[in-house]
């Protein structure tokens, strides 16, 4: 599980390298699922409005990785506790 | 006698631990952000940066083998020469540019700093360019942003140490003054991103496919050109739809006016 987790890992830093939101966004979402407390997906949405957002010019809208990675995690605990009950 | 059963579990205390330490990280990462807004961009940009410029050398050959190199450096010469020849006679019209726009007062020349395209829209969702200069090349907020051809396609929003970001005018929301077609029309034209802009117009305005469109709060330069009017009977004005002359998503160099910031 901890290999699957690093590769997990790996993919997450090639698409922050990229910028590839749309490969981060299903990593982060089955490893929030799959582990319990998954930081590397608010690590990653907080990198990636690092390198691509928080210009001043575009508002709350250049934190929306860190707000939806931050959801994710918060979501998926919640959801957990549900269904896992 | 009875006692009260204490329970420790520690699993759960553990977990507690990692959500508390979690809770006290974001929270210090947000103070530490708000107190310093470039530290963390400007960390992690520099940590990007030398993947980014490899990228970007394997995107232009330049990791291509010793024999492609020497006949591609012999195609450029051949091509220089050739250039050389045309590069005369626009000289001799930059003069005569130069000297026109002197007689109507204003500068002709402007210093410009040639910058490489790191990473662009739409891979990047917040329609802005990562470009490779920044405070090392005495870059400020808000300095005017050239696609070649000298189209004005955004400013610079962040300056960072070697790199910047910069915001395209055509991000949703963003609002202009611009003059449409040969009738200089004016307009308030809505970024709609993706570089894209649109404006309303009076129907009975002549517009045409193709036809410029200029901002003159931003120079005089060429703001874009219409590549659509749409028209609704039933509706008074019709829908103009513009883009810059280039297209945004290929840029690979841009150049940055670090003289003055609009």
């Avoid at chain 1, 490893?31 to 608010?42: F, K, N, Q, S």
């Avoid at chain 2, 609704?232 to 670090?258: G, H, M, Q, T």
Wanted: aromatic content about 10%.
């Amino acid at each position: 599980m901890k290999k699957i987790r690093s590769l997990f890992g790996l993919l997450i830093l090639l698409g922050l390298l990229q910028g590839w939101w749309f490969l981060i966004l299903p990593v982060g979402l089955f490893g929030a699922w799959a582990w319990p407390l998954y930081v590397e997906i608010i690590l990653a949405g907080f990198v990636y409005d690092s390198l691509y957002g928080f210009a001043p010019s575009i508002g709350l809208w250049g934190y929306l990785g860190t707000l939806v990675s931050l959801s994710i995690v918060i979501l998926t605990a919640g959801l957990k506790m549900v269904v896992r009950k | 006698m009875t006692y009260l059963q204490t329970r420790h579990n520690p699993a759960r205390e553990r977990a507690r631990r990692v959500l508390l330490a979690t809770g006290i990280m974001v929270v210090a990462v947000a103070i530490i952000h708000f107190l310093r807004p470039h530290l963390f961009p400007a960390l992690f940009t520099s940590v990007a940066r030398p993947f980014w410029r490899t990228e970007l050398a394997i995107k232009l050959g330049s990791l291509t083998s010793p024999e492609g190199l020497l006949q591609e450096n012999e195609l450029l010469k051949r091509q220089l020469s050739d250039e050389a020849l045309r590069l005369a006679t626009v000289r001799a019209v930059e003069m005569e540019n130069a000297e026109l726009k002197a007689l109507l007062g204003r500068a002709s020349t402007t210093p410009y700093v040639l910058s490489a395209v790191l990473k662009r829209p739409p891979v990047s969702p917040y329609d802005e360019l990562v470009i490779d200069a920044g405070a090392d090349h005495n870059f400020n907020l808000n300095d005017n942003v050239y696609a070649p051809g000298n189209v004005l396609i955004g400013r610079i929003s962040e300056v960072l140490g070697q790199t910047s970001k910069v915001a395209l005018f055509s991000s949703p929301g963003e609002k202009y003054e611009v003059l449409i077609g040969t009738s200089h029309a004016p307009a308030t034209a809505l970024g709609r991103g993706g570089g894209q802009y649109e404006a309303d117009l009076p129907r009975d305005v002549k517009v045409s496919k193709g036809d410029f469109v200029i901002a003159p709060s931003r120079g005089d330069k060429p703001f874009g050109t219409v590549i659509s009017v749409a028209t609704d009977p039933a509706e008074p004005f019709e829908k103009i739809l513009f883009a810059p002359p280039v297209n945004e998503y290929e840029l690979r160099w841009v150049l940055v006016d670090n003289s003055t910031a609009l």
